[in-house]
């Protein structure tokens, strides 16, 4: 046999990750860890076993639409991989959506579940797509105060019966816009019985085949805009088991999340329930976005790890100039950097998924509700761009078998590329987070907590990154500061680096904390390494541009 390059491999997902463990055994109380653990090896285990086994021998499977049957009848059946049926399975089971609303770890339930999912997803798929948007929906129908939906629809979202549970769709985009949803021109009218139906076309919808979905829809005579929106609940299907009005005109070809059936569709007379009043329906909708945000920003730290654990994996195999890869100084280089890349995105995303479980047990002061508000977009937007350039490196690690389609490797790349774009793209995003801003306390409230954080440290080595990630807040503050004195331009421009400068500024804060920690509690350098290794990538992208010279650049 001539050689064969050796393909790299996984172990249990849960037992073999330190920052995982690490950060559960820091953050949580250890009889809750202990009641958990059992449940995150198993799901470890699937993950780097007969899951990662499935996924890749269910590579090239995709979903089939089936827009009519054999006597001509319109069906518009869309039937999903086998990989995707069984990650449904495995869902609901597992309780990836119910374990919040059952809250019996009370405000630990989101780190519980979001431990959970960050282990099951970059081996289903994408599956977290349509679980994001159930999540979300079983939230927005928790607060939106609807008895009737929350009775009709949260029993089925939050099921751990496979035969019971429901997902959601979160159907948005229109070809008009989907940033400027405000342009959407889906309409919505009440029948001779009262009942309201929509009608219009949404560009993107993903997960068609969900249950139920949340959409918004412009009631007739309400003003153009956003506020003219409002939000309505639809089933895709009637009791009869038909579509209900729904003309499914094609799946989308996309660059990856392939598995995941992004429709366009047709409401032709949809019947629909509004679920909270008959006008601003973005902000109704918003509770579903926060979740799907934090489940993106979940997804990306998860996909960093898998692309860093099987590179790590090839590392000690693949034999290079008479040695291992994992032996040559520049290869542990660039994998060392990518770790730190990732340990940061981490501890920046549980942070968040904290603060949800803290919000939802009723636990944040007025003042941490301000920072979760500006976290989300802030922790969405950084962990989806560092997520696209880890996972490009870790393909690099493989060299040319990192591009080659049977590894299933590429396949990772382009699933990840999407994190920068649906649920905000990271300008619409930066632009939000300048909203989360403006007139509140949220930025003083980013200032102290990075203070706390870093008021942890007593390790020598810890103090210059720590006064680096209380430097670049400060900047940023004075930035605004400085630049709002001359009108919006100027700010709105900035506002991609500042946002970022936010993001990467808390992650090396939180990070440092968890250092120090890791030193005394641990006694693990692991994580002083990763904050000397992130700090040394720079926090900081704030600075004035010349909008005119700007403007020239980038259209010259
Ligand atoms: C695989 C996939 C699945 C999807 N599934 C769904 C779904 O299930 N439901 C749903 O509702 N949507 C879905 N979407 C749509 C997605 O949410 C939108 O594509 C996204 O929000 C961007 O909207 P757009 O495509 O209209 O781009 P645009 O809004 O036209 O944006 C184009 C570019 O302009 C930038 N931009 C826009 N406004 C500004 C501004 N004010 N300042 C600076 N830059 C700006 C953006 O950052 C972007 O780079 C999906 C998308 C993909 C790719």
Redesign the pocket.
């Known amino acids: 046999m001539p050689f064969n390059q050796p393909a790299p491999e996984l172990t249990n997902q849960y037992v073999d990750d330190r920052v995982l463990r690490s950060y559960l055994r820091r953050a949580l109380p250890a009889e809750v860890l202990q009641q958990i653990e059992p449940q995150l090896t198993e799901m470890g285990e699937l993950a780097g076993g007969p899951l990662y086994g499935f996924q890749r021998a269910d590579r090239l499977s995709e979903p089939v639409h089936t827009p009519w049957d054999a006597w001509g009848n319109r069906i518009d059946q869309v039937e999903v991989s086998a990989l995707w049926r069984t990650a449904e399975q495995l869902a609901a089971r597992h309780g990836l959506i119910a374990i919040p609303y059952e809250r019996a770890l009370g405000a630990w339930s989101r780190v519980h579940q979001f431990a959970l999912v960050y282990l099951f997803t970059p081996s289903t798929d994408v599956y977290s797509?349509p679980l994001a948007?159930t999540d979300g929906a079983a939230r927005t129908l928790s607060v939106a105060g609807n008895a009737d939906l929350r009775t009709r629809a949260l029993p089925h979202l939050t099921s751990r019966d496979p035969r019971e549970f429901w997902t959601s769709?979160?159907?948005?985009?229109e070809s008009t816009?989907?940033?400027?949803v405000g342009l959407s021109e889906t309409v919505a009218r009440q029948d001779d019985q009262g009942r309201w139906r929509l009608y219009g076309r949404?560009?993107?919808?993903?997960?068609v085949t969900s249950r139920m979905s949340l959409t918004l829809a412009r009631p007739e005579g309400n003003p153009a805009g956003g506020k003219g929106l409002a939000l309505f609940y639809l089933e895709t299907r009637g009791e009869d088991g038909h579509l209900n009005n729904i003309l499914v005109h094609r799946l989308?070809d996309?660059l990856g999340?392939r598995k995941?059936p992004?429709a366009e569709l047709t409401l032709d007379g949809t019947i629909a329930v509004p679920v909270l009043g008959l006008s601003e329906g973005i902000r109704n909708i918003a509770p579903m976005l926060n979740v799907t945000r934090t489940w993106n920003s979940v997804s990306a730290v998860s996909y960093m790890r898998r692309g860093i654990a099987l590179a790590r994996d090839y590392a000690l195999k693949r034999i290079a100039f008479g040695a291992p890869l994992a032996e040559k100084p520049l290869h542990l280089d660039t994998l060392a950097g990518m770790q730190a890349e990732f340990e940061a995105a981490f501890h920046l995303t549980f942070l968040l998924v904290e603060m949800i479980g803290r919000d939802e047990a009723g636990e944040l002061s007025a003042e941490e509700k301000d920072l979760l508000r500006l976290l989300t977009p802030i922790v969405k937007l950084t962990t989806a761009k560092q997520c696209v350039s880890a996972v490009s490196e870790a393909l690099e690690c493989f060299g040319g078998a990192g591009y080659v389609e049977d590894t299933g490797l590429p396949m990772l790349l382009r699933d990840c590329q999407?994190f920068s774009?649906?649920?905000?793209?990271?300008?619409?995003l930066s632009?939000d987070a300048l909203r989360a801003v403006s007139g509140v306390s949220a930025l003083d409230a980013l200032g102290r907590r990075v203070a706390a954080l870093t008021s942890t440290v007593t390790d020598a080595r810890l103090l210059e990154p720590a006064r680096q990630a209380e430097q670049a807040i400060l900047e940023a503050v004075r930035w605004l500061e400085a630049t709002s004195k001359h009108g919006t331009e100027g700010v709105?421009a900035g506002a991609r680096r500042f946002a970022l400068t936010l993001g990467r500024a808390l992650g090396l804060a939180l990070l440092v904390r968890h250092a120090q920690w890791g030193l005394n509690a641990e006694s693990d350098e692991r994580s002083l390494a990763a904050v000397l290794r992130f700090a040394s990538h720079g926090v900081k992208s704030i600075g004035d541009s010349d909008l005119g010279l700007s403007r020239s650049l980038a259209l010259g």
Not at 177 to 180: K, L, V
Not at 202 to 207: E, G, I, R
Not at 421 to 428: C, M, P, R
Request: net charge neutral.
């Open positions: 797509c948007m769709g979160q159907w948005m985009t816009g989907g940033s400027d949404k560009w993107f919808t993903s997960a989308k996309k999340t995941v992004t999407v774009i649906w649920e905000g793209t990271t300008n619409v632009l709105e």
